[in-house]
């Protein structure tokens, strides 16, 4: 319920008479008298708003406990999750300097292609208890715990209990959601960041106080030391609303808006100034970028690369827009067979009532908080599909856990202005449609599953289509009938993402490429992120079978098949995930080097998207003496690198970074390395060469230099060079 501030005449009962200074969902109670006692906090906790149902705030309360275990569930099954990241939170809990800049290492080589953000709570966590999957993964859980109370308090301060309780269980349901605040890339911070702003945004049009627009810009401004540019996304609708719809002069708006410009570029460039000052020869190399420069990451391989395609350095090398490696762009993105069954389930619903929302309130006040909701939440939803869908570059299915919060927060608040006008024939039919609409779509994506739950794609088209008619006509004459519909109603529309919720949270996932729901879910990816590309990918000859996670192919650009199962980038090779198998593969560039890969592969070669298999016997060799080195090891590509440092506890060095094309170390720099006694093994193969790299590239220039003149050790099915030993001959 709204007050007469947002209304363009009585028709939501009188106005009290004297208008509070905010909007308040509910009646207006009287503040108690100074001399009657506070209640304690424990008593307030549970009980919630004086003016609240005694259920609303145990419910709220529920709902976090039950997103809290939901998620903890089988947590562990994830092991390291991505250890590109795991490595770098290992390496940050034994080097504070490696903490400071984000290093892969704890020798301080060279960075995470990302910020250092993200990557603090579960460094810290890792120091307090230890380096274990848990300590790893539940700082990104209470994260998600975190996004689900910011989103139910924003929907809650506008609209009823029951509205901000729908947007927090289609939040914590969504599968992506499910996936990514059980895993460690820096989404989780990110769309936890990105929902704070929203609220405090919210905040601000309620009462035109500035200290809720700088600390909006602060949460943007630590949003963006967790994922770069993508925390600015939102900025042109937050700023554009709060311009037009502030309760505060035009000039007052203006000043507000630059001082939180000024706390976003101080919360999110003190890093980056510390960084670009810091003497190039003391500090890591900046990972990811191709001149050592967080500004040239940031604007480059992060930054319009990602919009255009142009990404020097990554996966395919540069010029990559218009060619499809990352799936087919355009208005339907959201919707397709990659990305659907990760986020799309109630997107139809969702823009149904966000115009709902929007016409609802379109006589309202200029200063109307329930129409400043709509365009806050709502644009953000809005801004962030359509970049999605039309962004040319590097995109995985799991970003798209950005839209959730909003998604999440226009369906409650929709559903609760609909809900409160249902005795209107307009607004009744809307509501239903938003359900026919969950239900219809929901039967889509099941059916794209064809052998999962068959029987449920059913019951959710026939549960939405029944419900839809009890909410326009039984629900218009009865409340109880209304209750019955708009029960059944939430449950068609949530069956659907809840079924797929469940299949993520029972199967670990690992590597760089993660996808929710069962196998099949998504024709990038196959079950959990083993299956990486299911089949082939644009300019190759493969097939992949995601159901099995089995896959084989000749490519110039992707493995057909399994997640890096076998082949890398110019070679043959096929691969088994899903049974860890072994692929074999013949590699290109100097040394032309056979190893065997694949996830599990024989404990040997990693590759670009996911780590190796470590052996026992590998980690022995490793571990010997490694106390007398910086690094246990060098290896090409941060995936194989961070398996190898994982198991041993040492710091082992990524050259060349994620991809293996980072110009970092030199040819140089790593041969007076090995001239001082600082690396101890360069283990063989890996993603050598990189995407997008070449054969004159300083990973293969490495290569070669060590496979001439260093003594080889075979351990299992791996190879390593001992540094400290010449080749004989």
């Given at each position: ?17 004297a208008?509070?200074?905010t ?5 207006v ?6 001399g ?11 009980r919630?708003?004086?003016?609240d ?9 529920g709902l ?35 903490f400071?800049?984000?290093s892969l ?11 250092p ?13 230890g380096?274990?999957s848990w300590?790893?993964?539940a700082?990104?859980?209470?994260m998600?715990v ?18 901000g309780?729908i ?23 990110l769309a936890?960041l990105m ?9 601000a049009?309620?009462d ?13 401004g ?21 311009a ?5 002069s035009v000039r ?21 100034a ?10 890591p ?7 050592n420069?967080f500004?040239e990451?940031?604007f ?6 990602r919009l ?10 540069g010029g990559?827009?218009?060619?499809g490696?990352?799936?087919?762009t ?12 990760q ?21 309202f006040?200029?200063?109307s908080v329930?129409?400043?909701?709509f ?13 999605f ?32 006008k249902?005795s209107?024939?307009?607004a009744s ?5 938003s359900?026919?609409a ?7 994506l099941?059916?794209?599953t064809?052998?999962?739950l068959?029987?449920?794609?059913w019951?959710v ?5 029944a ?6 006509f ?7 009938l ?24 029972q ?10 729901g069962?196998?099949?879910?998504s ?7 083993r ?6 990918m644009p ?6 079978n995601?159901?099995n ?14 997640q ?5 980038p110019g070679q ?37 998207l996911?780590g190796a ?24 590509g941060a995936?194989?690198a961070a398996?190898y ?7 082992v ?22 001239e001082e ?7 063989s ?6 995407m ?11 290569t070669?230099?060590?496979e001439?003149?260093?003594k ?18």
């Open positions: 319920m709204t007050t007469h501030l947002d209304q363009p005449a009585a028709t939501w009962g009188p106005p009290p008479t208008p509070p200074t909007e308040q969902p509910g009646p109670v009287p503040a108690p008298e100074s009657e006692p506070k209640q304690p906090l424990h008593r307030r906790l549970w919630g708003r004086p003016e149902p005694r259920w609303a705030r145990p419910a709220f309360l976090l406990l039950a997103t809290l275990l939901l998620y903890l569930y089988n947590l562990s099954a994830s092991g390291y999750a991505n250890s590109f990241y795991s490595a770098a939170v290992q390496a940050g809990s034994q080097s504070w300097k490696a400071f800049f984000g290492d704890a020798g301080n080589a060279i960075t995470v292609d990302k910020p953000a993200s990557l603090w709570p579960m460094a810290l966590s890792v120091r307090i208890f380096l274990s300590a790893i993964l700082p990104e859980v209470l998600g975190g996004t689900v109370a910011v989103v139910y308090a924003s929907v809650r301060r506008r609209f009823s209990a029951a509205a309780l947007a927090g269980a289609v939040l914590a349901l969504t599968p992506v959601a499910a996936l990514m605040f059980r895993f460690n890339n820096p989404d989780a911070m936890l929902a704070v702003a929203c609220y405090l945004v919210a905040r049009l309620e035109g106080r500035t200290k809720w627009l700088v600390w909006a810009g602060v949460a943007i630590f949003a963006f030391l967790a994922k770069t540019l993508q925390a600015f996304l939102i900025l042109p609708p937050l700023a554009l609303v709060y037009v719809c502030a309760p505060v007052k708006r203006f000043g507000q808006l630059a001082a939180a410009t000024a706390a976003l570029v101080v919360s999110g460039g003190w890093w980056v510390i960084v670009e000052l810091w003497p190039a020869s003391s500090r190399y900046i990972g990811g970028s191709q001149n420069s500004l990451l940031t480059g391989y992060n930054g319009l690369g255009n395609g142009e990404e020097t350095g990554s996966v395919g090398g990559n827009g218009g060619t490696q990352w799936g087919e355009g208005w339907d993105r959201m919707f397709n067979s990659e990305i659907g069954g986020i799309s389930w109630l997107l139809p619903a969702a823009l149904i009532l966000l115009v709902a929302g929007l016409v609802a309130t379109r006589t006040r200029r200063t329930t129409r400043g909701l365009l806050v939440w709502g644009g953000s939803l809005l801004i962030t599909m359509v970049v869908s039309y962004m040319a570059g590097i995109f995985h299915q799991y970003y798209t856990v950005a839209l959730a919060p909003y998604m999440a927060a226009v369906i409650g608040m929709g559903a609760g202005l609909l809900w409160e249902r209107e024939l307009w039919i809307t509501l239903a449609a359900v026919v969950a239900a219809s779509w929901s039967y889509v099941l059916n794209r064809s052998d999962y068959p029987w449920l794609k019951l088209l026939i549960g939405g289509l419900a839809a008619l009890g909410l326009v039984a629900g218009r004459i009865n409340r109880q209304a209750l019955a519909a708009a029960s059944v109603g939430l449950v068609a529309s949530l069956a659907g993402p809840t079924a797929y919720t469940l299949s993520t949270l199967t670990g996932h690992t590597g760089s490429i993660v996808t929710a069962p196998a099949g879910a024709m990038m990816g196959g079950r959990g992120g299956g990486g590309f299911g089949g082939g300019g190759q000859n493969g097939n992949g995601t159901q996670q089995q896959g084989n192919g000749n490519t110039n650009g992707f493995p057909g098949g399994g890096m199962g076998g082949g890398m043959n090779g096929n691969g088994n995930t899903q049974n860890q198998g072994q692929g074999q593969g013949r590699q290109g560039g100097p040394g032309g080097q056979t190893g065997d890969g694949g996830m599990g592969g024989g404990g040997g070669v990693g590759g670009l996911n298999s470590v052996t026992d016997e590998a980690k022995k060799l490793l571990e010997a003496d490694s106390d007398k080195y910086t690094w246990a090891a060098a290896a090409i995936q194989n398996s440092q994982l198991a041993t506890g040492d710091a060095m990524a050259i060349g970074g994620f991809n293996g094309t980072d110009p970092s170390p030199t040819l140089a720099q790593f041969q007076k390395y090995v006694g600082k690396v101890h093994y360069f283990i193969g890996g993603s050598g060469g990189g997008g790299g070449s054969s004159s590239g300083t990973s293969s220039q490495i070669s230099w060590v001439a003149n260093f080889k050790v075979t351990v299992g099915s791996a190879t390593f060079y001992d540094l400290t030993q010449k080749a004989s001959g």
